[in-house]
């Protein structure tokens, strides 16, 4: 197979263009790696990149975590037990395990969400 005059022609043409195009991406990469003709740097490539090591990395990742944390807590009310003890209690109902902002909880599937909204709706429509 692959012997007919159109395949060799094709084959022929694939060769030029792959010739061009590697002419042309080797220029694009000497340019991207800021080299000149005669393969010298002409940029500091310092300047184009920041090292920071694992630590600093994780240590960020965590400060990120503790803020949000501090800003998605969920406000809590105080209790008093009947034996005399506070006891804290997050600030949401426990029928509609809705939050103080509306929003469900993560554990909670849409499959119940949607039936606990749906027995929701019932009620208001028919409280008298």
């Not at 007919?4 to 590697?22: H, N, Q, Y």
């Not at 501090?70 to 109902?93: L, T």
Request: hydrophobic share 30%.
């Amino acid at each position: 197979m692959a012997k007919s005059l159109r395949s060799k022609r094709k084959r022929k043409f694939r060769a030029m263009k792959r010739e061009k195009i590697g002419k042309r991406n080797m220029v694009k990469m000497k340019k991207m790696l800021g080299l000149n003709e005669d393969g010298t740097r002409d940029v500091e490539m310092k300047d184009m990149y920041t090292v920071t090591t694992t630590a600093e990395v994780l240590r960020k990742k965590d400060e990120e975590m503790e803020q949000k944390r501090k800003a998605e807590a969920p406000e809590v009310k105080v209790v008093a037990a009947p034996d005399g003890e506070a006891m804290e209690v997050d600030a949401k109902k426990s029928k509609t395990l809705v939050n103080s902002h509306g929003n469900y909880p993560i554990w909670l599937s849409s499959r119940s969400v949607r039936k606990i909204k749906n027995k929701r709706q019932k009620k208001k429509k028919y409280a008298w």
